[in-house]
């Protein structure tokens, strides 16, 4: 690691701080906090319950100024989490620089792990237009050793007690979301819809709001979520030869869409993830879609274009 000397400083600064001492915790990030409140930063902690209450004890009064946001609500699913954190900054208004104390809540599962893994990298380009600096604290008491190495490949700067680092290891996001993958496996066994799409797509669309539907799912749910399917199928008709295929599964686990097309695909890892330019004409597809299903993962289809696998859990 090399030391960060004030010239490297960026409008959008991501870095990890990895403790394993409450005393660490507070004394590191109070005084930040403190600071940040005296310049006229608009400061947001988005902690854990017990967190919260060692920052305000240490805050005292100031503590009324601090933004708090409960971690275990922020942090449920990543695109959702990116565009409350878009929304927020968005709304502080042209001028106003933010410091952010966010603690990503991985949970106990590898696959959670992995997609929280991804977010924290596709948060460097999915906020990079913001005035923020964002500081994601890493319990490394709890937090599995993997979970923690790779804070510093996903994280331009290592915030430590004393000082804070470039962090050598760090990946860009183009690359390393190539590199941890989720995967795009369907259920097993065979789907309860397979149909394939022409030039209007209007079949696959009313075929999911029939499955959704069959499936327990209420009708204006379902319709708000067949826009999205909707989305998805005119993209691969466009960009697949004019047509798709879709297929879903409905089990007691929960409803999956795969989508695939036999165009020319993208390696384009950050599709869907990134929020759109205000006032752009475009692009709001799947950064909708990705946010509507509770998983939305893409890949290279078999047939050589994309697949999209999009799930509700039940």
Known sequence: MTTLDAGDARAFEHEAFIYDHDDDYVGTLAPLMTAALAAGDAVLAVVPGPRADLLRAALGPSAGDVTWFDACEWYQQPTRTIAGYEQTLRALGPGTHAFVVGEVQFGDTERGWTEWTRYESVLNRALERH??????????????????????????????????????????????????????????????????????????RHAFEAAAA????????????????????TNAVIHGGGRAWLRIWCRDDGLTCMVDDAGSGSD????????????????????????LFDRAELSRSPRGGMRVLLTLDS
């Open 268 to 291: 384009d890892a950050l599709l869907g993830y990134l929020p759109p330019v205000p006032g752009a004409m475009s692009g709001y597809g799947l950064w909708l879609t990705r946010q």
């Open 214 to 233: 069959a499936w327990g799912l209420a009708r204006a749910q379902a319709h708000k979520l067949s826009i999205a399917i909707s989305e998805v199928l």
């Open 131 to 204: 005035s923020a600096r964002v500081v994601c604290p890493y319990d490394a008491r709890a937090l599995p050793s993997r979970v923690v190495e790779d804070a510093r490949r996903t994280h331009r700067y290592l915030l430590g007690t004393d000082a804070r680092q470039v962090s050598d290891t760090y990946i860009e996001p183009e690359s390393l979301l190539l590199d941890v993958t989720v995967g795009t496996v369907p259920p097993s066994g065979a789907p309860d819809v397979d149909v394939q799409v022409g030039n209007s797509v209007r079949d696959g």
